[in-house]
């Protein structure tokens, strides 16, 4: 890997290859041979019900910096956008503003969510190619998009739900994101000692789809994109007393791009993907997980600022199998045992990690932050104290 290989986020978030291969568990990757070789991620963008106060939500809770912004003062009269960013994680956060736009119809259906997964690419037009040759739907055909600042090359493509991938090439672009957005600052002046960041680069994105549809989209993803299979998690690997569901997790050559894809199992009650499917109406991104280098400064600040979580069970931290599986970490048990974060190990050493509750009013998007020390995986021994947790909230709502 050289520097070349990082994304233009990265470079700019002042990034190295070393950092995020601690970070999210980077490997070795030809990709030469990749019919659709993908740089990174570029974007996650959100369509929520107030786009002004949903920015401001993750500027003064997760210390996000806002960097561009594109409404009706610079001629776009149907939505405003604003981009955020916290090291190599860029949202762009859209509201509609008019009464017909697409943003209020998609928002009207889904509550507050994800509609694009972007991606950087080194060439766009390879990838469209590949993707149409497998049969991909091209919402978007590639095209240029210039202002002064350069030229951008983009394409769109669909994946499940409504969710999306647009196709970004951004190598002869120097704005700060794209052709029809300005720079925009915040005035909001962020407390005395905080941070200058709570995370710095996006893990994975995890989809949940219809029952029997998981392996469909495990092959798109295959097929499509040249993903790669990570890992599977069936049967009692990911089953309560109560619940259970599927899960399968693809990832680009580099695992720089993960995606877990979800789906619900047959159990004795509503898992926490059924849940998911009913109130977002459908298929979509149900969590992110963001990177931390410092997860307990970050969960401080998260839980001063009035981020909830959910809540682990003394019992997890004083079982002895536990303690006896993950060894020496970091932190002590009694300092994460405070903060409810869980942790596990794998033969490539261990993680830690947490997660919040639904961020808006409907029970469906939320968020991870993992601290990686070697581990390429996903927690696998905290799902079953994970999903009784969820489940607990999930009876809370009445929707167990």
């Known amino acids: 890997m050289t520097l070349e290989q990082l994304t233009d986020t990265e470079r700019l978030a002042h990034l190295s290859l070393e950092q995020l291969h601690q970070l999210v568990g980077l490997v070795e990757y030809d990709a030469s041979h990749d019919p659709f070789p993908v740089t990174g991620w570029d974007a996650v963008v959100w369509a929520v019900g107030n786009a002004t106060q949903t920015s401001h939500f993750f500027m003064s809770a997760f210390g996000m910096d806002l960097v561009a912004y594109s409404g009706p003062e610079t001629g776009n009269r149907d939505r405003k956008s604003y981009v955020l960013e916290s090291g190599a994680v860029r949202f762009v956060i859209e509201g509609g503003v008019h009464p017909d736009s697409e943003v209020i119809r998609h928002h009207a259906q889904h509550g507050d969510g994800i509609v694009d997964i972007a991606l950087e690419v080194p060439?766009?037009?390879?990838?469209?190619?590949?993707?149409?040759?497998?049969?991909?739907?091209?919402?978007?055909?590639?095209?240029?998009?210039?202002d002064e600042h350069g030229t951008v090359r983009r394409a769109t493509i669909a994946t499940y739900g409504e969710t999306r991938h647009t196709l970004i090439d951004r190598s002869r672009y120097h704005g700060p994101y794209l052709p029809g957005y300005v720079e925009r600052r915040s005035s909001y002046v962020r407390p005395a000692g905080a941070p200058r960041r709570l995370f710095q680069a996006l893990d994975h994105v995890v989809g949940n789809v219809e029952l029997g549809r998981m392996d469909d989209w495990v092959a798109f993803y295959r097929r499509v994109m040249g993903f790669t299979n990570m890992a599977e998690f069936i049967g009692d690997d990911i089953?309560?007393?109560?619940?259970?569901?599927?899960?399968?997790?693809?990832?680009?050559?580099?695992?720089?791009?993960?995606?877990?894809?979800?789906?619900?199992?047959?159990?004795?009650?509503?898992?926490?993907?059924?849940?998911?499917?009913?109130?977002?109406?459908?298929?979509g991104a149900q969590h992110l997980a963001l990177a931390t280098n410092d997860i307990l400064t970050a969960v401080d600040h998260l839980r001063a600022a009035g981020v909830e979580f959910l809540n682990t069970p003394d019992s997890y931290y004083e079982d002895p199998e536990l303690r006896a599986r993950i060894g020496n970490v970091r932190v002590p048990i009694d300092e994460l045992q405070k903060r409810g974060i869980l942790v596990d190990r794998d033969e490539d050493g261990y993680l830690l990690q947490i997660f919040t509750q639904p961020i808006g009013d409907r029970p469906t998007v939320f968020f991870e932050l993992i601290e990686r020390h070697g581990s390429l995986g996903f927690g696998k021994g905290n799902f079953k104290a994970l999903f009784e947790a969820i489940e607990r909230e999930q009876d809370r709502r009445g929707n167990l």
């Not at 060439?123 to 040759?133: E, G, M, P, T």
């Not at 259970?244 to 199992?265: D, I, Y």
């Not at 509503?270 to 109130?279: A, C, K, N």
């Open 123 to 146: 060439d766009v037009d390879r990838c469209i190619a590949h993707a149409a040759s497998q049969a991909a739907t091209v919402l978007e055909e590639p095209h240029d998009v210039t």
């Open 239 to 283: 089953a309560t007393d109560y619940s259970a569901l599927m899960s399968k997790v693809v990832a680009s050559g580099n695992h720089r791009v993960k995606f877990p894809l979800n789906e619900p199992a047959i159990a004795r009650k509503r898992s926490q993907i059924d849940e998911y499917l009913e109130f977002y109406r459908g298929p």
